[in-house]
């Protein structure tokens, strides 16, 4: 996609959201400044819409989040204290993904279960 802030892919855009958005959870970014620079009215909008997510899967939202964060599997695996074979089993959807296996990932990425757990 070509924007007026140059070529940029929805990948791309959607990690940097994630980014500035766990930089404002940590009080890296300072939330006035972001909301200066942004346009409020769009974000509620988008924030008020929920038909984009139905797009994207649970692993989706964890293998996204674990790359914006630099999380290896290997890295998930030793605080999950499981093999990183069954953390790729996982990803990969060859194992099932339960409330508590979920619930300890998203305290890890720093999430609430329920950001990552598909609508």
């Known amino acids: 996609m070509s924007t007026k802030h140059g070529n940029i892919t929805h990948m791309k855009l959607g990690q940097d959201l994630i980014s ?3 930089k404002i959870q940590k009080h ?3 939330l ?3 909301l200066n620079e942004i ?3 769009a ?3 988008i924030n008020n819409s929920t038909d984009w997510e139905k797009d994207v ?3 989706g939202k964890i293998s996204a989040l674990m ?3 630099a999380i290896t599997q290997s890295d998930l695996a030793r605080e999950l204290k499981v093999s990183r074979q069954y953390v790729s089993d996982l990803l990969s959807g ?3 993904l339960n409330s508590k296996t979920i619930s300890r990932i998203a305290q890890l990425l720093g999430v609430k279960s329920s950001a990552i757990i598909k609508v």
Do not use: A, F, R
């Open 32 to 34: 006035d400044y972001v």
């Open 57 to 59: 899967t649970t692993v």
């Open 94 to 96: 060859k194992k099932p």
């Open 39 to 41: 346009n409020v009215s």
């Open 67 to 69: 790359e914006i964060q």
């Open 20 to 22: 500035l958005g766990l």
């Open 28 to 30: 890296e970014i300072p």
């Open 43 to 45: 974000l509620e909008e």
